[in-house]
């Protein structure tokens, strides 16, 4: 494990300003920054030469179904009903390893491309945290349930919904001692979780301090038939049984209703916009001007590979600056920088762990570095620029998290990339070969 501290002679934006020919050095014990301000000396032994170098903070991915590895480009050009029916159809065949699995993957190609945390809604145990404590990552993990009496991953663990909420502070509690590893409830979604649970958790977060993750508002459909249902958005309906205000995060919001935006906007409530996995599933263009405007705590996600088909922020982040522009056929209406905040202070916000992804002394040394040496950063005259329109998860060369040293010229230190590759492309290929079978068990739980 390299033990470097130090980075000099590089450009840096801290997140907040641009320095040029700068050092910054943190500590390995406590992994929070000591120093960042102009080069003081050349790089020595052991030192990250910053020379033709980018640092910013690292980005936290703000949604993610990061076990969901096994099914990338799987059930690619459907709309979200029809494709969560296919991804269902898997998911109930694949076992703790074929998540595992799919885990490790996920998460070599996010630290590979200067992500240091992810919020996630899947399968979570002890052995699958274990693993994110291993890469050296951050999670927010929501061991996510459909219904009290269904088994959401039946091959791969028995537990029902009733016993997975039941288990949840146990799991919270096994991983107190760790910094980098937060745990929350997740609740699929309005449309498979009955109001009785999503009431019964608001209590249990009331009792216990637990945080909640959930999909709401994701299509059109989810709200006409919410309007039908119950006569509100679902927004307003998990508003009503308790849910908001308080800790939660939302994934996409990508449909308010009128009166959602101050919902979304209230104490303790963060929200995940999607923009590449919504345009993708056909779902819509959440309103993140207005959002921004209203003061809604945003942070950007890719969702998972099955939706996206990447991990990588950098596509999002340009994806999410461009958006909007075109809606209102104006570049003026969101800035690249408000962007490129969302993608690190905002998703870290959702974290919940004090990282501030902002680049200062005392706070976590969580950065990524990239190569603007090359052809498609020239001329190299503004950071916020490169990162924002040109830059790729390929730029990335090295990242830190929590002060350790993770990737390092390009390659993970904390997973083998080449058997975790070989390993999911073996259980995909089985995965897909059960389902062409005809195996029995049904297409949805
Ligand atoms: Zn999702």
């Given at each position: 494990?390299?033990?470097?501290?130090r980075?000099?002679?590089?450009?840096?934006?801290?997140?907040?300003?641009t320095?040029?020919?700068?050092?910054?050095?943190?500590?390995v014990?406590t992994?929070?920054?000591e120093?960042?301000?102009?080069?003081?000396?050349?790089?020595?032994?052991?030192?990250?030469?910053?020379?033709?170098?980018?640092?910013?903070?690292?980005?936290?991915?703000?949604?993610?179904?990061?076990?969901?590895?096994?099914?990338?480009?799987?059930?690619?050009?459907?709309?979200?009903?029809?494709?969560?029916g296919?991804?269902?159809?898997?998911e109930?065949?694949?076992?703790a390893?074929?998540?595992l699995?799919?885990l490790?993957?996920?998460?070599?190609?996010?630290?590979?491309?200067?992500?240091?945390?992810?919020?996630?809604m899947?399968?979570?145990?002890?052995?699958l945290?274990?693993?994110?404590?291993?890469?050296?990552?951050?999670?927010?993990?929501?061991p996510?349930?459909?219904?009290?009496?269904?088994?959401?991953?039946?091959?791969?663990a028995?537990a029902?919904?009733?016993?997975?909420?039941?288990?949840?502070?146990?799991?919270?509690?096994?991983?107190?001692?760790?910094?980098?590893?937060t745990?929350?409830?997740?609740l699929?979604?309005?449309?498979?979780?009955p109001?009785?649970?999503?009431?019964?958790?608001?209590?249990?977060?009331?009792?216990n301090?637990?945080?909640?993750?959930i999909?709401?508002?994701?299509?059109?459909?989810?709200?006409?038939e919410?309007?039908?249902?119950?006569?509100v958005?679902?927004?307003?309906?998990?508003?009503?049984?308790g849910?908001?205000?308080?800790?939660?995060?939302?994934?996409?919001?990508?449909?308010?209703?009128?009166?959602?935006?101050?919902?979304l906007?209230g104490?303790?409530?963060?929200?995940?916009h999607?923009p590449?996995?919504?345009?993708?599933?056909?779902?819509?263009?959440?309103p993140?001007?207005?959002?921004?405007?209203?003061?809604?705590?945003?942070?950007?996600?890719?969702?998972?590979?099955?939706s996206?088909?990447?991990?990588?922020m950098?596509?999002?982040?340009?994806?999410?600056?461009?958006?909007?522009?075109?809606?209102?056929?104006?570049?003026q209406?969101?800035?690249?920088?408000?962007?490129?905040?969302?993608?690190?202070?905002?998703s870290?916000k959702?974290?919940?762990q004090?990282?501030?992804?902002?680049?200062a002394?005392?706070?976590?040394?969580?950065?990524?570095v990239?190569?603007?040496?090359?052809?498609?950063?020239?001329?190299?005259?503004?950071?916020?620029?490169?990162?924002?329109?040109?830059?790729?998860?390929?730029?990335?060369?090295?990242v830190?998290i929590?002060?350790?040293?993770v990737?390092?010229?390009?390659?993970?230190?904390?997973?083998?990339?080449?058997?975790v590759?070989?390993?999911?492309?073996?259980?995909?290929?089985?995965?897909?070969?059960?389902?062409?079978?005809?195996?029995?068990?049904?297409?949805r739980?």
């Amino acid at each position: 494990m390299t033990a470097a501290n130090r980075i000099v002679g590089a450009t840096v934006w801290t997140g907040e300003h641009t320095l040029h020919d700068a050092e910054i050095v943190w500590s390995v014990e406590t992994g929070t920054i000591e120093y960042v301000g102009p080069s003081r000396g050349p790089a020595g032994d052991g030192d990250i030469d910053g020379t033709g170098r980018l640092v910013l903070p690292g980005f936290v991915n703000g949604h993610t179904h990061a076990g969901m590895g096994v099914l990338r480009g799987y059930s690619d050009d459907v709309h979200l009903h029809t494709w969560l029916g296919h991804v269902r159809a898997i998911e109930l065949r694949m076992t703790a390893d074929d998540i595992l699995a799919g885990l490790r993957l996920a998460m070599a190609e996010m630290l590979r491309s200067g992500t240091v945390g992810f919020v996630d809604m899947f399968e979570w145990t002890t052995p699958l945290l274990g693993a994110v404590v291993d890469a050296g990552l951050r999670v927010n993990a929501a061991p996510t349930v459909f219904a009290y009496d269904a088994v959401a991953f039946p091959s791969a663990a028995t537990a029902t919904g009733a016993q997975v909420l039941d288990a949840t502070p146990g799991l919270a509690a096994e991983f107190a001692g760790e910094q980098r590893i937060t745990v929350t409830y997740g609740l699929h979604a309005p449309y498979t979780c009955p109001p009785e649970m999503l009431s019964d958790v608001a209590a249990r977060r009331a009792d216990n301090g637990i945080g909640i993750q959930i999909h709401l508002s994701e299509t059109r459909r989810e709200v006409a038939e919410s309007l039908e249902q119950w006569g509100v958005s679902p927004i307003r309906h998990v508003a009503d049984l308790g849910l908001l205000p308080g800790r939660l995060h939302v994934a996409h919001a990508v449909h308010p209703e009128p009166g959602d935006l101050g919902l979304l906007a209230g104490p303790g409530v963060t929200v995940s916009h999607n923009p590449v996995s919504n345009l993708k599933l056909g779902a819509g263009i959440a309103p993140v001007p207005e959002y921004l405007a209203g003061d809604v705590a945003l942070g950007l996600g890719t969702d998972s590979v099955a939706s996206n088909n990447t991990l990588d922020m950098y596509e999002e982040l340009k994806t999410a600056i461009l958006l909007p522009r075109g809606v209102a056929n104006d570049p003026q209406v969101i800035t690249g920088r408000s962007v490129l905040k969302m993608a690190t202070a905002g998703s870290a916000k959702a974290l919940d762990q004090g990282l501030s992804g902002v680049l200062a002394i005392g706070e976590q040394a969580d950065l990524q570095v990239l190569d603007v040496s090359g052809t498609t950063a020239a001329p190299f005259t503004d950071a916020v620029s490169f990162a924002c329109y040109a830059a790729r998860g390929s730029d990335v060369t090295d990242v830190v998290i929590a002060g350790r040293v993770v990737v390092s010229g390009g390659r993970c230190l904390t997973i083998d990339e080449d058997a975790v590759r070989a390993e999911v492309t073996e259980r995909a290929t089985r995965l897909r070969g059960e389902l062409a079978d005809g195996d029995p068990r049904p297409v949805r739980s």
